[in-house]
T-cell receptor
């Protein structure tokens, strides 16, 4: 119940295409869902986050879609660029705790 | 603005040797502090978190320990390293409950 399942493990997208990464969770007590971007040899950086009271959040080319009933959320990267090539992690946390549960990561490669 | 410092960036240690990794946060008070480990190609595993000086919660039984001697200082230690302790260690901080977590640049530990 504490897991966050992330797919796909790796993804190759052409420049200008849409990258979609999916995450699913079981624990309905989770109420904060961030996405992190990590470049090789660096720490993860917060990209965008959503709470379950909204179904979508957009920041520039990055959009989180949230489906509370299905207990799923996804990251969409529009107009993907080679500079977006990185590993992306979804995560979940619940009110009343300080812990973040991370997915296993998706390695994205955007071809020029 | 808040910054997080983690050092060293890389470390090669022999099996059986001690370990001390240090993390400090600047520009904020009473942060929540975290140690994560990331194995090659894997997700982030929460090792320890702390909500205050001297308060340490351990998530995974292991060969490591953590201490928080000062409000903005978090130390990861081991008395005797194992080969399985190799990995990428990340320190992170957050404020309050269910807010963004910010990561340091990580320490690449190789136990030989």
């Amino acid at each position: 119940q504490q897991q966050v399942k992330q797919s796909p493990q790796s993804l190759i997208v052409q420049k200008g295409g849409i990258s979609i990464i999916n995450c699913a969770y079981e624990n309905t007590a989770f109420d904060y869902f961030p996405w992190y971007q990590q470049f090789p040899g660096k720490g993860p950086a917060l990209l965008i986050a959503i709470r379950p009271d909204v179904s979508e959040k957009k920041e520039g080319r990055f959009t989180i879609s949230f489906n509370k009933s299905a207990k799923q959320f996804s990251l969409h990267i529009m107009d993907s660029q080679p500079g977006d090539s990185a590993t992306y992690f979804c995560a979940a946390s619940m009110g009343g705790t300080y812990k973040y549960i991370f997915g296993t990561g998706t390695r994205l490669k955007v071809l020029a | 603005s808040q910054t997080i410092h983690q050092w060293p960036a890389t470390l090669v240690q022999p099996v059986g040797s001690p370990l001390s990794l240090e993390c400090t946060v600047e520009g904020t008070s009473n942060p929540n502090l975290y140690w994560y480990r990331q194995a090659a190609g894997r997700g982030l595993q929460l090792l320890f978190y702390s909500v205050g000086i001297g308060q340490i919660s351990s998530e995974v039984p292991q060969n490591l320990s953590a201490s928080r001697p000062q409000d903005r200082q978090f130390i990861l230690s081991s008395k005797k390293l194992l080969l399985s302790d190799s990995g990428f260690y990340l320190c992170a901080w957050s404020l309050g409950r269910v807010t963004e977590a910010f990561f340091g640049q990580g320490t690449r530990l190789t136990v030989v």
